[in-house]
């Protein structure tokens, strides 16, 4: 096993709309507000990742430094789809656990304001074809045998759900939503805080079926950080801050692995199992030791997908999972209390880093009203497209 390492402060905005702020402040606010928590400053990192999916050619991350104090320390820009924040998290922990830092700080921000769809333009169709790109295609593919864009990927992946087993129907989707919305009525840095029934998910403007607008994450500007350390890092802080310092059990990060229906669309749950399967192994835990879970539901579908793909219920025992009650914020296996992706917003670059905080937040014990009881080991998934899965396993 390897050297412990710790995080020791962690901060988020709330994901809203900023239209007076750009990366480099939000990014910037986050940053000072988890070196705060931490008892520290700029001065005593030795390492910063950022992570920034929209602006990634810009230098966000010494924009960021720019914001908070330049001191010459090495500044790694990430981008790695949905997964850029926690990937960010996991180059930080990486220079620590390479030896070339004690502390490190990693920061996800982004600023999407109101981008909408968030696909590639599509290219007039010519009325010849003609080959060309790096297969000599003749015929641009999209829409015609599958889709790239992310609401008819996770649609797709819903379907295939419900057509692999029979006990499964868009209704659970729907609930999984009421769900969500209703855990982000007790998280105040949610960028929607408001309660919706079933009837008013399922009646919403359809976007890709069965994915209605209340069953998809909102674009969202936001930021969120948090400050690593190892054992001789963690020495130099203050008791208090010691005290509530909460151990990375494990952080994993994998790509896809070849599947043959990759070839005709994006395959979301191998790459997860494989991520939750080997951040298992490293933390010498398993999906029993769990108090809460914030898992990717980028899309309400995909959350159903994810409870098996986590191992937080057996094979095929998703919907049976859903219907105890186990996932609800009073359940044995509380997902997603901070509402998901689906209410508390999905900055992209933040996104990986939020999930972090809201685990750490709870296992602190500082989570207030949305707080899990007792809460000491929760894990953090989050899934980019592409793809890009990275899972973290935090424990008090």
């Not at 981008?79 to 996800?108: F, S």
């Not at 003609?130 to 609401?151: K, N």
């Not at 890709?208 to 930021?223: E, K, Q, R, V």
């Not at 933390?283 to 539901?297: F, I, K, T, W």
């Amino acid at each position: 096993m390897s050297a412990p390492i710790w995080v020791v402060g962690a901060d988020m905005t709330r994901f809203t709309r900023y239209d007076d702020a750009d990366v480099a402040t939000l990014g910037g606010t986050a940053a000072r507000g988890a070196l705060s928590d931490a008892g520290v400053t700029i001065h005593e990192m030795q390492f910063v990742a950022v992570g920034n999916v929209f602006e990634a050619l810009t230098g966000v991350g010494q924009r960021v430094l720019h914001e908070i104090g330049m001191t010459g320390v090495p500044v790694v820009n990430v981008v790695n789809a949905c997964a850029t924040g926690a990937t960010a998290v996991r180059a930080a922990i990486a220079a620590i656990r390479a030896g070339e830092a004690d502390t490190a700080l990693a920061v996800g921000v982004e600023q999407l304001g109101k981008r909408g769809l968030l696909a590639a333009p599509e290219e007039p169709r010519p009325a010849e074809y003609t080959p060309r790109g790096r297969d000599g295609s003749v015929l641009d593919t999209e829409g015609l045998i599958g889709s790239s864009t992310m609401p008819a990927v996770f649609a797709e992946a819903g379907v295939e759900y419900l057509a692999a087993n029979p006990e499964a129907s868009a209704d659970h989707f729907f609930r999984i939503a009421e769900k969500n919305h209703a855990h982000s009525t007790l998280n105040p840095l949610a960028q929607y805080r408001k309660r919706f029934s079933f009837d008013q998910i399922r009646d919403g403007d359809m976007i890709a079926w069965p994915n209605t607008a209340l069953m998809c994450s909102p674009t969202s500007d936001g930021a969120a950080a948090v400050v690593v350390v190892n054992e001789a890092g963690l020495a130099t802080l203050d008791p208090g801050v010691r005290a509530r310092a909460v151990r990375v059990a494990a952080s994993v990060l994998v790509s896809d692995p070849w599947v043959p229906d990759a070839e005709a669309r994006w395959d979301v749950s191998t790459v997860t199992r494989n991520a939750a399967a080997a951040a298992y192994e490293q933390a010498g835990l398993g999906p029993e030791d769990l108090d809460l879970v914030e898992l990717h539901d980028c899309f309400a579908t995909a959350e159903l997908l994810h409870y098996e793909n986590l191992q937080l219920c057996k094979p095929g025992d998703a919907v049976r999972f859903l219907e105890s009650g186990a996932p609800w914020r009073d359940g044995s296996l509380p997902v997603n209390v901070s509402g998901g992706l689906l209410s508390k917003g999905h900055p992209l670059g933040a996104t990986g880093v939020a999930g972090v905080y809201e685990i750490v937040t709870h296992l602190r014990g500082e989570a207030g009203d949305r707080q899990i009881p007792g809460a000491r080991v929760g894990l953090a998934h989050v899934l980019g497209l592409g793809s890009a899965c990275a899972v973290h396993i935090l424990q008090k």
